[in-house]
């Protein structure tokens, strides 16, 4: 059963925008990591934010910030100030917190498009 | 710098044909992780290791797919005899236990004709 769900497969912002990528997640598993990722035209994955399940504030990483909504089980991904090199793809993960289960699985992602 | 190396880059092989892909994770990390991307199933989890040992290989076809750890240095993957839906990018990931993130290598793109 796919666990993350990412439901925007494309997005169009303006420069200088603010951006949302949405993503929720299924887990009965009290103790798990979100995690996003962005991968360019070049193909790298890059790590860009880690939120804790435990965490009791929303993880900011320069403009990154993840807006974590327990309750809803959402871990959206805000993307201050957009600039032309944020477009990209980018996957929502997440990583359950069992000693021998923690696989780290993706969503199907979001390919974000910035306009000059 | 410490970063995951894969190798090789890019790969064109025939139908039928083994294929290995190679991976260097990062030294000091004990979780090592195999990754296929296409464009219709986005990355899917083919295994994943914890200090060498494998601890989940169930998206990997068992007929034909194999990954290893020989030392903690090197994981491999097999596939043989390679077909054309097997073409994607292959990623090798490594990391730590627990609640932390992995770190890709820049994955092998896997052409089977």
């Known amino acids: 059963a796919q666990k993350i769900t990412q439901t925007q497969p494309g997005m169009f912002v303006q420069e200088k925008e603010a951006v949302t990528l949405d993503c929720t997640y299924d887990?009965?598993?009290?103790?798990?990591?979100l995690f996003w990722y962005k991968q360019p035209s070049s193909g790298e994955m890059i790590f860009l934010i880690y939120?804790?399940?435990?965490?009791?504030q929303n993880a900011t990483e320069g403009r990154y910030s993840l807006n974590f909504q327990k309750a809803r089980k959402s871990a959206n991904l805000v993307i201050s100030a957009s600039q032309l090199g944020d477009s990209a793809m980018y996957f929502c993960?997440?990583?359950?917190?069992?000693?021998?289960?923690?696989?780290?699985?993706f969503g199907k992602g979001t390919r974000l498009h910035i306009l000059p | 710098d410490a970063r995951v190396t894969q190798t090789p880059r890019h790969k064109v092989t025939e139908m039928g044909q083994e294929v290995t892909m190679r991976c260097q994770p990062i030294?000091?990390?004990?979780?090592v992780f195999w990754y296929r991307q296409t464009m219709m199933q986005g990355l899917e989890l083919l295994a994943y290791?914890?200090?060498?040992?494998?601890?989940?290989d169930s998206g990997m076809p068992k007929d034909r797919f194999s990954a290893e750890m020989p030392d903690a240095t090197l994981a491999t993957l097999k596939i043989q005899p390679s077909e054309p839906r097997d073409s994607a990018v292959y990623f090798c990931?490594?990391?730590?236990?627990?609640?932390?993130?992995?770190?890709f290598g820049q994955g092998t793109r896997l052409t089977v004709v």
């Open positions: 030294l000091g990390h004990n979780t």
């Open positions: 990931a490594s990391g730590l236990g627990g609640m932390t993130e992995a770190f």
């Open positions: 887990t009965s598993d009290p103790s798990y990591g």
């Open positions: 993960a997440m990583r359950e917190g069992r000693e021998r289960d923690d696989k780290i699985i």
């Open positions: 939120q804790g399940s435990y965490d009791q």
């Open positions: 290791f914890r200090n060498r040992a494998p601890l989940d």
